[in-house]
C-alpha cells in the first residue's frame, strides 16, 4: 500500500510539484529510507518525523518503511518535506483515513516535539497548490501568508492538531491574509538641502527607469540621495507585488506574511559576496539583485565592489533575470532591478583639504579604471554631485518634496504605459529604459535642431549605436517628463549633458573623469 501527499520543490521561485509516496511493507528489517534526490536536509526528515511521532505517543512500526520523492531527477532541498512524509506516514498508519490527504498539498518543518515551525517558499507553494485546486497545509505561522494566494488553505500549529482535523474532532480554521504594509514614511527629498541638479537627475532616472551613477566627494549626499528614490517611484502593482513577495517569501523575508507595496530597495555592502549578491550558495537562495526585483539595488562605493562581481551583474541588468548554475542544472530568479550606484571621485575621497584630492589625477584614473567599460555602459545617468557648501547647509528647506516629484514621475510613466502598451512582450516593462533600436525610431522622434544636435554629438564624441540609443531614451524621458510627444532639442541636450565623457575623449580634463 502506498501513501500520496503532494508537496513542492523549489527552483527559482518556482514550485513544482513533487509526490511524495510512503509505502510501508513487512519484512525482519525495519528501516526508513527516502529515495528520490534528497539533499541532507531532506534526509534528515527520517529522524524529525521518528523523534515527532515519539512526542505525541506514535511509534512507527517496526517495518520497511520506503519514501520516494517523485520525479527522482528533480532535486530535492530543505527541510519542508517533514510534514508531507508525516502526513503520509499517518495515512499508511491508518491514523487519518486513506482519502483524508485527497486535494491537499503539504509544506512544513517539523520539530522533534511534533511542532510546525517557519518555512520558506509557503506563498508560492500556496500560489502552485491554487492553481492545481489543492488546499495547502502549512504551519500556522506562515498562514497569513498563505492566504495571499488565496481561501481555502490550513495552517497548523502541530501534527497533533492536523489528526485532530482529519478526524473531524477541532477543524482548523483558515487565516486571513497578512496585512499590507503601507509604504514607510520617513525619507523624503525635502530633507536634502541644495543638489537641485541631482534631484533633477534622480527624477528622470525614476520616470524612465534609468540606472544612474552619482560620483562626489564624501559628504555631498550621494547616499541620501539615493535612499530617496522608492520615495519617488509608484507603489508595486499588483502583479508586481506578488512577484517581489515570491521572492521574499523564498528568502525567508516575509514576516508575519505581510506584505508591502513600496518598492524593494537594496543596498548590499561592497564586501558582499558573489552569492549573497548574485545568488546561490550552498542551498539555492536568491540574492540582493533578486530581493531588488521590481525595486532598487544600490551600491554605494562602487569602484570597492569586486570586478567579477560587478560583471556578473551585466547579464541581469540586460535581460531582468539571473542565471545560477547548480550542481546539475540552472536555477532562474528573477531581477529585474534599477541600479543606483555611488561614488568618491577617488581612493582618497577627493574631498580632503581644500576639496581635491592631493595625489594627483592619477588616483582617481586609477579609482575609475577599476569599473569596467562593459559594466559602465549599462548605466544611462551620470551625475558628479558638488561638495555641500556651508551657503548650501543655510538655504531653507526645499519647498518641493518627494510627493510633488513623485506625481510628475507618474505622470511621466502614464505616458509611457500609453506609448508601450501596444508593443509589450512578456515580462518587459512599459519604460523608456526597455525600449528597443525600432521603438525609439518610431516614438522618440525628434525636432529638426534635436536631429541636428544629436548628430554632431553622434560624430563630436564618436558615439556607440548603443550610447547613442541611451541618449534618446534618456532624451525621450525628458520629454515625457515635460509632457511632450516630439523630443525636442532642449531635451537631447540636457540627456547629452548625462553622459559620460569618454576616457581618451579630452585626456587634458583629468580632475572630473565622469564629468558630463
Ligand atoms: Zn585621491
Known sequence: MVAR??????????????????????????????????????????????????AIGLALPPKRITVNLAPADLPKEGSHYDLPIALGALAIMGILSPDALDGHAAIGELSLDGQLGATLGVLPAAMQAMEMDLRLICPEICGPEAAWAGDGNLAAPNLISLINHFAGRAPLSCPPPGELAASPPGLDLRDVKGQDGAKRVLEIAAAGGHNLLFCGPPGSGKSMLAKRLPGILPDLSAKELLEASQIQSVAGLLERG?????????????????????????????????????????????PEFSGQVLDSLRQPLEDGEVTISRANRHVKY???????????PCRCGGGAGDGRCRKGPRCAEQYQARLSGPFIDRIDLFYDTPAVTAVDLTLPPATEGSAEIAARVAAARARQAARYAGCEPSGRRALNVDATGQELTEFAATDAAGSRLIADAATRFSLSARAYHRVLKVARTIADLDASETVRRVHIAEALSYRRRPADADTTARSGVLAH
Do not use: C, W, Y
Not at 16 to 22: A, K, L
Open 334 to 344: 528573477p531581477a529585474r532591478f534599477q541600479l543606483i550606484a555611488a561614488m568618491n
Open 258 to 302: 505581510q506584505l508591502s507595496r513600496a518598492r524593494p530597495f537594496r543596498s548590499p555592502h561592497h564586501s558582499a559576496s558573489m552569492a549573497a549578491l548574485v545568488g546561490g550558495g550552498i542551498r539555492a537562495r536568491p540574492g540582493e539583485i533578486s530581493l531588488a526585483h521590481h525595486g532598487v539595488l544600490f551600491l554605494d562605493e562602487l
Open 5 to 54: 501527499v503532494t508537496t513542492f520543490a523549489f527552483e527559482g521561485i518556482n514550485a513544482n510539484p513533487v509526490d511524495v509516496q510512503v509505502h510501508m511493507a513487512g519484512g525482519n528489517q525495519p528501516a526508513f529510507t527516502i529515495v528520490g534526490l534528497p539533499d541532507k536536509a531532506v534526509a534528515e526528515s527520517r529522524e524529525r518525523v521518528r523523534a515527532a511521532f515519539r
